[in-house]
């Protein structure tokens, strides 16, 4: 497959991700799917720790890897557009919709806040697996900032901020 029809591949099963989630949960209550506006100050403190904690995790373990602008050059427009719609903004919604919007909307009320946090976190990075052992450390970790955010907001939104930014940086 080409470059173009990889990258056009992975936009359609993300952008399809987020409209299945859309649909299926459209007559849920806007809180439990966290559809609500997150306060500001909270949301950027969430934010800002999200980052220290990408930065900090890449200085220690390098799990990012090398800058290699290399691929990016070489790829069509198209494709590079693609792959950071599908891999920084479609993907991150629609994970994010999943496990700190239905996920942590269905499971609170039933098994509370702490472990909601823990269970959407560890079932967020099992769907890493492909990662070494560090790395899954470090994106369990992720997932229950995100689920820290996602309690303490009240909202799906800073989440997603938060995941689309990781992504963003990790992709280059």
Same mark, same amino acid.
């Given at each position: 497959?080409?470059? &173009?029809?990889?990258?056009?591949?992975?936009?359609?099963?993300?952008?399809?991700? &987020?409209? &299945?989630?859309?649909?299926?949960?459209?007559?849920?209550?806007?809180? *439990?799917?966290?559809?609500?506006?997150?306060?500001?100050?909270?949301?950027?403190?969430?934010?800002?720790?999200?980052? /220290?904690?990408?930065?900090?995790?890449?200085?220690?373990?390098?799990?990012?890897?090398?800058?290699?602008? *290399?691929?990016?050059?070489?790829?069509?427009?198209?494709?590079?557009?693609?792959?950071?719609?599908?891999?920084?903004?479609?993907?991150?919604?629609?994970?994010?919709?999943?496990?700190?919007?239905? /996920?942590?909307?269905?499971? *609170?009320?039933?098994?509370?806040?702490?472990?909601?946090?823990?269970?959407?976190?560890?079932?967020?990075?099992?769907?890493?697996?492909?990662?070494?052992?560090? &790395?899954?450390?470090?994106?369990?970790?992720?997932?229950?900032?995100?689920?820290?955010?996602?309690?303490?907001?009240?909202?799906?939104?800073?989440?997603?901020?938060?995941?689309?930014?990781?992504?963003?940086?990790?992709?280059?």
């Amino acid at each position: 497959m080409s470059s &173009v029809g990889s990258a056009a591949l992975k936009v359609a099963i993300a952008g399809g991700a &987020v409209a &299945v989630v859309l649909l299926k949960t459209r007559r849920l209550p806007r809180e *439990q799917m966290g559809f609500v506006r997150p306060p500001v100050l909270p949301s950027l403190l969430f934010i800002a720790a999200y980052l /220290g904690w990408m930065l900090a995790t890449d200085a220690v373990i390098h799990w990012r890897g090398p800058w290699n602008w *290399q691929p990016w050059i070489d790829a069509p427009l198209a494709a590079s557009a693609m792959r950071v719609l599908a891999v920084c903004f479609l993907g991150p919604t629609a994970e994010e919709l999943i496990f700190r919007g239905f /996920g942590f909307g269905f499971l *609170q009320p039933r098994i509370g806040t702490t472990l909601t946090v823990v269970v959407t976190a560890a079932a967020w990075a099992a769907l890493h697996y492909s990662y070494g052992w560090a &790395v899954l450390f470090v994106i369990l970790v992720d997932g229950i900032l995100l689920g820290l955010a996602r309690w303490k907001t009240r909202s799906v939104f800073p989440p997603i901020v938060m995941h689309m930014l990781y992504n963003l940086y990790a992709i280059w």
